[in-house]
């Protein structure tokens, strides 16, 4: 498939979700008022906490805007594919779409377009109500790096969320990467307190799980505004993040997806 081919299937995406968007306001209205509330609890817990608190040199509140938005964002992201795979194995239109002349891979991405497109926008409104409805604090942010570490880290959300699909395919149960990320990473990665607040074995743990790498690097980018040289370190890890489980996802869904279609179990649910 050709790069302006590909551009016009994102762009046709894009058109139907925005008109969606203006259709449904309602849908919209309820986003808004939940995120609101959620950026209400964090504010009022920061200041529960007291200024004292102070995670990696940051005033607490704009730690857990960073943290818990763009972490929320990444799983989003990450369930995307989860989700298109297991709507069109519900509608019974899986096979049928697995065999058109897009690539499967691409197929699955182009579905889940759509869904990180609204959570960058959610992602956008998140951080700009925080910072300036609650005054987060927000220097001169390293836009360069901020733009950089987002798209390193949405390839790493796209190839686990290539690997989720793949366990849906293999044996549905694609589920339990989003359950592990929900029950078990957040803990780990920095979300909500600093990973030096952990015991060293998950410590060490911590280092080996991406979003860690990048919740630390988009932290520092925004808040303190780091520039793309003083985050070479982390930027190169996020890098070989991605240089190693993109082609490890891709492999693993086109290997699953062959071997549902050579056992008969591709329209299985």
Request: proline share 5%; net charge positive; with cysteine.
């Amino acid at each position: 498939m050709s790069l302006p081919t590909l551009a016009d299937k994102i762009m046709a995406i894009l058109r139907r979700d925005l008109l969606t968007a203006v259709r449904y306001r309602s849908a919209f209205m309820l986003t808004a008022t939940g995120t609101m509330a959620e950026l209400a609890a964090f504010y009022y817990l920061s200041r529960a906490v007291g200024p004292g608190f102070r995670p990696e040199g940051l005033d607490y509140f704009s730690f857990l805007l960073v943290g818990t938005g763009f972490y929320t964002f990444l799983v989003m992201g990450i369930h995307s594919f989860l989700q298109a795979v297991q709507e069109a194995q519900q509608n019974g239109t899986f096979e049928l779409l697995m065999t058109t002349a897009t690539p499967p891979p691409v197929l699955i991405l182009l579905s889940a377009t759509s869904a990180f497109s609204r959570s960058t926008v959610q992602l956008l409104l998140y951080l700009g109500a925080g910072l300036l409805i609650f005054k987060g604090a927000l220097p001169r942010p390293g836009i360069a790096a901020s733009l950089l570490i987002f798209v390193l880290s949405l390839i790493i959300a796209a190839a686990i969320g290539m690997m989720a699909a793949a366990l849906q395919v293999a044996i549905q149960k694609g589920s339990v990467v989003l359950w592990v990320l929900g029950s078990g990473a957040w803990l780990l990665t920095g979300t909500l307190f600093p990973v030096a607040s952990l015991p060293p074995p998950l410590r060490l743990v911590a280092q080996l799980i991406p979003i860690t790498h990048a919740l630390d690097s988009m932290r520092v980018a925004l808040l303190q505004g780091a520039s793309v040289l003083a985050l070479s370190r982390e930027i190169g890890i996020l890098s070989l993040f991605c240089a190693v489980l993109l082609p490890l996802g891709l492999m693993m869904f086109s290997y699953t997806l062959r071997k549902a279609r050579q056992e008969g179990t591709l329209s299985s649910y």
